[in-house]
């Protein structure tokens, strides 16, 4: 059963404009929370991450907002950019060593 | 830098044979992984490793092998190949645990079990 879910598996939005993508999670143990970024043949990269400690972090025009009460984490991106399409994958790591991916989100930016 | 490699790119087997999947990082990094992705699922991890000579289980270990004896290279075997092993794989390292250092991804391989 997975732990991580993306229940969107595509978004498409105006460049410019903000994309927001969502990720829930069931276990209580994830204290640590990632967002990867994969482009068509080549391997995910990482983007972005939060600590359970916090609610949010900034990285440039990428934010990641936890609530931890709601097990739920959402990634904006603003502005969109048309090099923001790619798939986006977030994952979460409990006290082992083992990252458990949600299935991802396809983001398409239309000019 | 080449970062992590993987080796081949593509290929396809018949059931029941056998192959090793050769994932190479120049990073010096300790810890290195592999994964499976399949359609609709996120990556699920098969094995991993957090030095040279140690192997760990992961998420979905069943019908592969693995092997570090080098600390750059991490080998992926399938000892007699199914068509549920049909996935894209990656290779991934760290130069410390998940929790505090970023996985580095290889590009994957694609494979085809007939």
């Known amino acids: 059963d997975q732990q991580v879910k993306q229940n969107s598996p595509s978004l498409s939005v105006q460049e410019g404009r903000i994309s927001i993508l969502n990720c829930d999670y069931t276990n209580s143990m994830f204290d640590y929370f990632l967002w990867y970024k994969k482009y068509p043949a080549e391997g995910p990269t990482f983007l972005i991450s939060?600590?359970?400690?916090?609610d949010k972090n900034e990285d440039g025009r990428f934010t990641v907002f936890l609530n931890k009460s709601a097990k739920h984490l959402s990634l904006h991106i603003v502005p969109s950019q048309p090099g923001d399409s790619a798939v986006y994958f977030c994952a979460a790591l409990s006290n082992d060593y083992k990252l458990s991916f949600g299935a991802g989100t396809t983001v398409t930016v239309r000019a | 830098n080449a970062g992590v490699t993987q080796t081949p790119k593509f290929r396809v087997l018949k059931t029941g044979q056998s192959m090793t999947l050769l994932c190479a990082q120049d990073m010096n990094h300790e810890y290195m992984y592999w994964y499976r992705q399949d359609p609709g699922m996120g990556l699920r991890l098969i094995h991993y490793s957090v030095g040279e000579g140690t192997t760990a289980k992961g998420e979905v270990p069943d019908g592969y092998n693995v092997s570090r004896l080098k600390k750059q290279n991490f080998l992926l075997g399938l000892e007699s190949a199914a068509p549920s092993q049909t996935s894209v794989y990656f290779c991934a390292s760290s130069r410390d645990a998940p929790s505090t250092d970023t996985q580095y991804f290889g590009p994957g391989t694609r494979l085809t079990v007939l």
């Open positions: 939060i600590s359970s400690i916090k």
